[in-house]
């Protein structure tokens, strides 16, 4: 399993379209903050229109998304001489379309939904990343084709809204999330992006990170297999993943244990084994500091996952 399958796995990621967005010229929306572990995410597919988050000022074009892993209030905004005028929303079996208050011919189409994920893993998946994060898929040749294909989908279902939609929709909008989280940095994003690190000897030690984390992962160790100094290593993976390798492997560590403790009846002293740390009280700090709470809370809160393995 890659990287990024493994991630969305462990987030127990669930995803959802929200609302079809055809606004006019002159137009603002306000969207509200979203809930704990809930991120929003837009995707435009035609026109132009601009998203503002916090003091962030983004100009969008087709093939841009934006997810929001905070879940933060924002607000966008299409160019016009009248107004701004604000929206109105008809619902739907599946979801919501807003048009403009005033009417008018529609000069965006924008997708806007939310991923939900969970408390553990999910939420140190998505405390990673940038926020916000913005793709321009139109800006390269391939992922421009992979999104025009998805994008038709997406109205495809939209105009259809019948039996099996919201599924067909979830499964699509998941799709746009590995899209988003193995898009390097270049063209396509200015984000740093760990999951989708460009040197193939970065990704080999994040992948490896990833599949094995209870493993000694020492700098010596990472630098020989990526054939680099040690210095040279530590440069590249902090400008490869935004982030120290010692920060990436407690993370990844703790993203291992979140999903034992829910999908396995093995004692927290086992778990803490089991991912890399010597002591339970050690495990026990590092838990509480990044998730704020104990892994036995942590584990009690849980509903236990269907199948979860039992080693008694």
């Known amino acids: 399993m890659d990287s990024v399958s ?16 055809l606004l006019g010229a002159g137009t603002r929306m306000d969207v509200p903050a979203y809930g704990q572990m809930e991120a929003p995410f837009h995707v435009l597919l ?24 905070s879940g933060a209030p924002h607000r966008v905004t299409t160019d016009g001489e ?53 793709v321009s898929f139109g800006q390269s040749a391939e992922s421009d084709e992979v999104l ?19 599924a067909i929709l979830s499964a699509l909008c998941t799709v746009l999330l590995a899209m988003v989280l193995r898009t390097s940095r ?25 599949n094995d984390p209870g493993a000694d992962w020492t700098i010596e160790r990472l630098s020989r297999a990526a054939a680099m100094s040690r210095a040279t290593f530590l440069r590249h ?45 050690a495990f026990s700090r590092a838990f509480r500091a990044h998730l704020g709470t104990t892994p036995a809370r942590f584990r009690r809160e849980r509903p236990p996952v269907p199948g979860a393995t039992k080693t008694g």
């Not at 025009?148 to 919201?166: I, Q, V």
């Open 46 to 69: 035609d026109g132009a229109c601009r998203l503002q988050v916090g003091t962030v000022l983004l100009d969008l074009h087709p093939g841009d998304v934006v997810m929001i892993p």
């Open 148 to 166: 025009r294909m998805l994008s038709a989908l997406m109205r495809g279902e939209a105009r259809r809204e019948g039996e099996g939609t919201a």
């Open 237 to 281: 993976f902090t400008r490869d993943t935004g982030t120290t390798v010692g920060a990436f492997l407690a993370r990844a560590r703790l993203m291992a244990a979140a999903e034992l403790l829910t999908t396995t009846d093995a004692t927290v002293a086992s778990v803490a084994g089991q991912v890399g740390y010597s002591s339970e009280s």
């Open 82 to 134: 009248a107004g701004p005028t604000g929206t109105t929303e008809t619902a739907g079996d599946v979801f919501v379309t807003t048009r403009s208050e005033h009417g008018g011919k529609p000069v965006i189409d924008l997708f806007c939904g939310h991923y939900t994920f969970d408390a553990g893993a999910g939420s140190l998946l998505f405390a990673s990343l940038p926020d916000p994060v913005h």
């Open 186 to 210: 270049g063209d396509t994003t200015q984000a740093t992006l760990w999951t989708a690190a460009a040197d193939g000897r970065i990704a080999s030690a994040v992948e490896g990170m990833l």
């Open 6 to 21: 493994r991630l969305l796995r462990m987030a127990r990621l669930q995803a959802g379209l929200d609302k079809r967005c």
